[in-house]
């Protein structure tokens, strides 16, 4: 099993910083990563597919990069919709798709 | 628009079984592979299992292999999770998901339900 870690747990930033959140695949997945958006209560959200492809609908101040074993997630410029818990998942070794444990943005 | 909207789920005793439903509108659902995913409360979430568009070819993941089947009625434009043997940790919200991709699983998940939850508990 592919093993995803993301960091950090939690990360505390204003509306309007820059936010990065990692994401450590246990061995190489090429580019076969996506991150979602999770808000309480609600199901998770496409953002990224394919390490850097933004889905349908989602703003240009998100972006991912990376391939290999070492992906990130960056949001330009925080808004307040969106802080939320972050996703990260593999598709390399399909069907066994794993997710990471999630990165927590909190509003400091 | 695209909707996914999940049913069948509530409280039930270890070792029983419960069918989730999952019914599509808003696209045409014979073109695209579905998959459920879960949360346990809580936590973060688990690929479950995917069946193809025309339901020929289905995987499950390990932890519910043997217990768990998926299927789909493209005439209903509906899915199914059939568990059974239910065990405490099968507790959660089960999400169904649709491919992002049309025809070939592609194994990211661009639209989703609401979910339904699950409680396995004596």
């Known amino acids: 099993e592919i093993v995803l870690t993301q960091s950090p747990a939690t990360l505390s930033l204003s509306p309007g910083e820059r936010a990065t959140l990692s994401c450590r695949p246990s061995?190489?997945?090429?580019?076969?990563l996506a991150w979602y958006q999770q808000k309480p209560g609600q199901a998770p959200r496409l953002l990224i597919y394919d390490a850097s492809n933004r889905a349908t609908g989602i703003p240009v101040r998100f972006s991912g990069s990376g391939s290999g074993t070492d992906f990130t997630l960056t949001i330009s410029s925080l808004e307040p919709e969106d802080f939320a818990v972050y996703y990260c998942q593999q598709r390399s070794n399909w069907p066994r798709v794993t997710f990471g444990q999630g990165t927590r943005l909190e509003i400091k | 628009q695209v909707q996914l909207v999940e049913s069948g789920g509530g409280v039930v005793q270890p070792g029983r079984s419960l069918r989730l439903s999952c019914a599509a509108s808003?696209?045409?659902?014979?073109?695209?592979?579905i998959h459920w995913v879960r949360q346990a409360p809580g936590k973060g979430l688990e690929w479950v299992a995917v069946i193809a568009n025309d339901g020929n070819d289905k995987h499950h993941a390990d932890s519910v292999k043997g217990r768990f089947t998926i299927s789909r009625d493209n005439s209903k434009n509906t899915m199914y999770l059939q568990m059974n043997s239910l065990r405490p940790e099968d507790t959660a919200v089960y999400y169904c998901a649709r491919d992002l991709v049309v025809a070939s699983a592609a194994y990211y998940f661009d639209y989703w339900g609401q979910g339904t939850l699950v409680t396995v508990s004596s």
């Open positions: 808003g696209f045409t659902f014979s073109r695209y592979p």
């Open positions: 061995q190489s997945i090429s580019r076969y």
